[in-house]
């Protein structure tokens, strides 16, 4: 089992629907979650963390976070064909500072 | 500007030679880390370091060596006992909690 797995890809959604990309993992002392966005050819850009239970909005996009299903998930409202891209789920086990496992990426895209 | 560069952008090495890939911030983060991505996968940790002249091993560091001389510096070396070193190099830097990124080296072994 990965200890990170993101729904398979590619995702196609048409413009202004929502996107919604889904993450699981296996270790249950995680504490931090995060969201990376990667263009093509690019580095990934950090969009959403979350730390606690819950949602958290900020903007078009909202994460939320099942610690007890060890589920997170990143919901893109009125999505924008800039919106297409790899979206990278990573997870910070908390047993070593800082150190991030990350999922395979779901591919994203939204078209006209 | 606060940020993190990387160099080169790309780097052609032939078989049996070592490189190095430079990574420097001034976020003035403790802790910087390397990671390779090969296509359509994740980010597999290669090295970190949370302090100067302190880095441990990641999931993937046989045929890699790492030193932290200094705070805003990490420099990689891709050694030939690296068997398939082509890939995209991203060096990350975190001051608390959340990791932010280079704009990456992307290596080709001839």
């Known amino acids: 089992q990965k200890e990170v797995e993101q729904n398979s890809g590619p995702l196609s959604v048409p413009e202004g629907a929502i996107a919604s990309l889904n993450c699981t993992y296996s270790?249950?002392?995680?504490?931090?979650f995060f969201w990376y966005r990667q263009y093509s050819g690019k580095s990934p850009e950090l969009i959403m963390f979350?730390?606690?239970?819950g949602d958290k909005e900020d903007g078009r996009f909202t994460a939320q976070l099942n610690k007890a299903s060890q589920y997170v998930s990143l919901l893109i409202r009125d999505s924008q064909p800039s919106d297409s891209a790899t979206y990278l789920c990573?997870?910070?086990?908390?047993?070593?500072?800082?150190?991030?496992?990350f999922g395979q990426g779901t591919i994203l895209t939204v078209h006209p | 500007d606060g940020g993190i560069t990387q160099s080169p952008k790309y780097l052609f090495r032939k078989e049996g030679q070592n490189v190095t890939l430079s990574c420097e911030q001034n976020?003035?983060?403790?802790?910087m880390y390397w990671y390779r991505q090969d296509p359509g996968q994740g980010l597999r940790l290669i090295y970190y370091?949370?302090?100067?002249?302190?880095?441990q091993k990641g999931d993937i560091a046989e045929g890699y060596s790492v030193s932290r001389e200094k705070k805003e510096s990490f420099p990689l070396t891709v050694t030939s006992a690296q068997k398939n070193p082509t890939a995209f190099y991203l060096c990350?830097?975190?001051?608390?909690?959340?990791?932010?990124f280079g704009p990456g080296t992307r290596l080709t072994v001839l």
């Open positions: 990350a830097s975190s001051g608390n909690n959340e990791q932010f």
């Open positions: 270790d249950r002392g995680s504490q931090s």
């Open positions: 979350i730390y606690s239970n």
């Open positions: 990573a997870v910070n086990g908390g047993t070593s500072y800082g150190k991030l496992t």
């Open positions: 976020l003035n983060h403790d802790a």
């Open positions: 370091s949370q302090i100067v002249n302190d880095f």
